[in-house]
């Protein structure tokens, strides 16, 4: 679809967003150390040697199950950034097995710099639209997607952590380093709170929602990453670029806040039992 040929959004005359961003050019570090407990078919383990998670065969590349999805939540157009030597991503989806239900294209991030550098590498594809942004190591709820997209604004979707440690394959421990989000009274994003103490985590009370990197950006977060300076992992990152454009452009993000799971792969043992909760769902990119 091209741009600007959304459906308009019910009362605003606005379009809806039909362009999305998925984020694959990490290294995949964590994917590629070694674990003996984890349980890999030969072509998952090259996968994972690669450091290819996105291409992670679960069946089908776990990308075909992010990508279908996104395409049930009514995106049309797929950008996926990545790095100057996956090439075999960009074979697979040009030549092996194209999608007919979202178009997809390329970005090229030359280094791995960060998810802010990320999403600047996707600047010409937005052409100044407003679109989503998504982990492809991660398998979203088509229900947060599609709100989203409806949306009308910038915004999140937050999880709620209890419900993505039962009903997802992240675990208690791993969930406790995610950040967290802190909200107002309107729904509207204050802070995004980086690997949270014990204090912050009790000052957030009973209920504690997830960032797990599902946004709706306008087009001002280029400007806002153009403008941040790397964090003290040496990255820059998404999460201060979203502070910037909040204090510095008076940006507004809502954060819709869902109890529903997030799958995760980020490590050989996410692969076994991401397997189990795939099972049953058909990938049709």
């Not at 964590?30 to 679960?58: C, N, T, V, W, Y």
């Amino acid at each position: 679809m091209s741009a600007g040929t959304g459906a308009l959004e019910s009362g605003t005359g606005a379009p809806v967003p039909d362009k999305s961003v998925v984020l694959a050019r990490g290294l995949g570090v964590r994917m590629q150390q070694p674990d003996a407990s984890a349980r890999l078919d030969r072509e998952q383990a090259s996968a994972a040697d690669a450091g290819m998670k996105g291409m992670i065969p679960f069946g089908r590349p776990f990308l075909d199950y992010v990508l279908s999805a996104l395409a049930d939540a009514g995106y049309r157009q797929a950008c996926l950034v990545i790095g100057p030597e996956h090439e075999a991503i960009r074979e697979y989806y040009t030549r092996i097995r194209r999608p007919t239900r979202i178009e997809v294209s390329f970005a090229i991030q030359e280094r791995a710099l960060g998810t802010a550098d990320a999403v600047a590498a996707a600047e010409r594809f937005v052409a100044g639209e407003r679109f989503l942004v998504i982990n492809s190591d991660n398998y979203y709820p088509v229900e947060a997607c599609r709100a989203l997209r409806t949306l009308g604004s910038a915004g999140l979707a937050a999880f709620a952590r209890d419900d993505l440690v039962r009903d997802g394959n992240i675990g208690a421990d791993r969930v406790r380093q995610f950040a967290v989000v802190r909200v107002d009274a309107a729904g509207d994003l204050l802070d995004i709170i980086e690997k949270p103490d014990e204090a912050a985590l009790a000052a957030l009370g009973p209920d504690v929602w997830i960032s797990m990197n599902c946004w709706t950006f306008t087009a001002s977060i280029f400007r806002a990453c153009a403008n941040i300076r790397p964090s003290p992992r040496g990255e820059l990152e998404v999460t201060d670029a979203v502070r910037y454009a909040i204090t510095s452009l008076g940006e507004r993000f809502r954060v819709l806040q869902f109890r529903l799971p997030v799958l995760d792969v980020s490590t050989r043992g996410d692969v076994a039992p991401v397997a189990v909760r795939l099972a049953g769902i058909e990938a049709r990119p």
